[in-house]
């Protein structure tokens, strides 16, 4: 896969940083990873941080979401998601929405710094 990504024990949470290109199966391919990690781990709070180049259509984040309870296999995730290289920002939103809609406790956010405030809240 076109795609790196690495993770370190924080406190209280887990942070992934992922780098590479953008697409759907890069999507898929790292959040199933992160989630199998997320549940190695017995860790569920979780800090993406994304610095991917390329953008997601609109209908490849609603496939992706789609996808997100499946992965998760019924177990709680709290989510923060950071997109260092965000220029599709109403896309992102709309994929949060869907997620929410679907169950999974996600928010978007500009910094590592707010996603942690959010993810200690």
Do not use: C
Request: charged share 30%; hydrophobic share 35%.
């Amino acid at each position: 896969m076109p795609y790196k990504l690495m993770y370190e024990k924080r406190d209280g949470y887990l942070y992934f940083h992922v780098t590479g290109e953008d697409t759907l199966a890069v999507s898929k391919a790292y959040f199933e990873e992160i989630f199998e990690t997320s549940r190695t781990l017995d860790m569920h709070h979780i800090l993406i941080d994304e610095d991917l180049k390329g953008a997601l259509s609109t209908m490849e984040i609603y496939e992706l979401t789609e996808s997100i309870p499946e992965m998760a296999r019924g177990q709680y995730y709290k989510i923060a998601f950071i997109d260092k290289n965000s220029t599709n920002s109403e896309e992102q939103e709309f994929g949060v929405t869907v997620a929410r809609n679907r169950g999974l406790d996600a928010q978007r956010l500009s910094s590592v710094s707010e996603g942690e405030a959010w993810l200690s809240s």
